[in-house]
């Protein structure tokens, strides 16, 4: 019992965890012209549009304190329908389709979405303005 038991936790596939290095590279390509490179919002391309792109490292101040990942997952890759339909951010859940990674959620719960996604999200975590 005790070996198989031990097959089957060894069998499920590990992934790997958001990676914040990855995740700021990530963020100078894909994200910066808008958010700009220190994710506060004054990218070269936030003046050309009509809603400004948000403090990104005011998110967890905005919500109490905690970094509301799950939300920030589901807004870059497109999960949120409300940024889906409205917002002018490009959604990147295609561009970032693969490999799957994790990021664990408020809860502790582990989200799963695309490998650069957890790690933009771990950089912005990261980056939080703690004040
Ligand atoms: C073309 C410009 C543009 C690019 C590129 C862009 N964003 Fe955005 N982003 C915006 C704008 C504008 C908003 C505000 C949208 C709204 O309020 O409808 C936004 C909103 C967000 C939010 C929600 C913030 C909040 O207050 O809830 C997150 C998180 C975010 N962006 C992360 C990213 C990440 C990560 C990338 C790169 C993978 C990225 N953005 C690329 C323009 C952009």
């Known amino acids: 019992m005790r070996v198989l038991a031990f ?53 967890a101040q905005s919500n109490d304190g905690v970094f509301p990942v799950f939300d920030v997952v589901r807004q870059i890759d497109g999960r949120d329908p409300m940024m889906a339909h409205g917002g002018e951010m490009p959604i990147f859940g295609a561009m970032f389709d693969f490999p799957d990674g994790s990021i664990k959620s408020e809860t502790g719960q582990p989200i799963i979405t695309a490998q650069p996604i957890a790690d933009v999200a771990a950089w912005l975590e990261a980056i939080q303005d703690r004040e």
């Open 7 to 59: 097959l089957m936790l060894t069998a499920t596939p590990v992934l790997a965890e958001g990676d914040p290095v990855a995740g700021q590279g990530m963020f100078i390509t894909f994200c910066a012209a808008c958010h700009g490179a220190d994710a506060q919002g004054e990218g070269p391309m936030s003046g050309l549009l009509t809603v400004e792109p948000p403090d990104l490292t005011a998110l």
